[in-house]
C-alpha cells in the first residue's frame, strides 16, 4: 500500500510518501507554496493520502482538487489520537501539539518536555 503522510504547518508542509510501511521519500515546502504538493502526488501516485494540519485553509484547498479516487484521512477526525487533552478549552489545541503527546506516550520517554 502507497501511502502520502502531510503535515501541513503554519510555515511548512513536511511530507513522507511510504511503500509497504517503508519511507521511500520525505521532504519540505512551504506552506505558502502548497501547490507544490500535487508534483507530489502524481510522482508518487499514493493510495492513501493522511493529513494532520494547523492551517485549516491550506487543508481546504488541497482537499478541494480533484485527487483521483485516493482514500483520505484526517488524522484527528478519521483517525483518533488517544492522548488525553486537559485544556480549559481543548479544541485551541493544535493536531500537531498531540501528536507529539502521543508519540512520547507511546515511546514511553517520561519525564518529558515536549517544545514545539
Do not use: W
Not at 38 to 45: G, N, P, R
Amino acid at each position: 500500500m502507497k501511502n502520502l503522510f502531510l503535515d501541513i504547518g503554519n510555515t511548512s508542509i513536511n511530507y513522507a510518501f511510504t511503500h509497504d510501511r517503508r519511507i521511500i521519500s520525505r521532504g519540505k515546502i512551504a506552506t505558502s507554496q502548497y501547490g507544490q504538493i500535487f508534483s507530489v502526488i502524481e510522482k508518487y501516485y499514493p493510495h492513501n493520502i493522511i493529513i494532520a494540519s494547523v492551517v485549516p485553509e491550506v487543508e481546504s484547498r488541497i482537499l478541494k482538487t480533484n485527487l483521483r479516487q485516493r482514500q483520505i484521512f484526517k488524522i484527528g477526525k478519521d483517525i483518533p489520537v488517544t492522548v488525553k487533552n486537559k485544556y480549559l478549552k481543548p479544541h485551541t489545541v493544535g493536531i500537531d501539539r498531540l501528536l507529539n503527546a502521543y508519540y512520547i506516550k507511546e515511546k514511553k520517554f517520561f519525564p518529558a518536555i515536549c517544545i514545539d
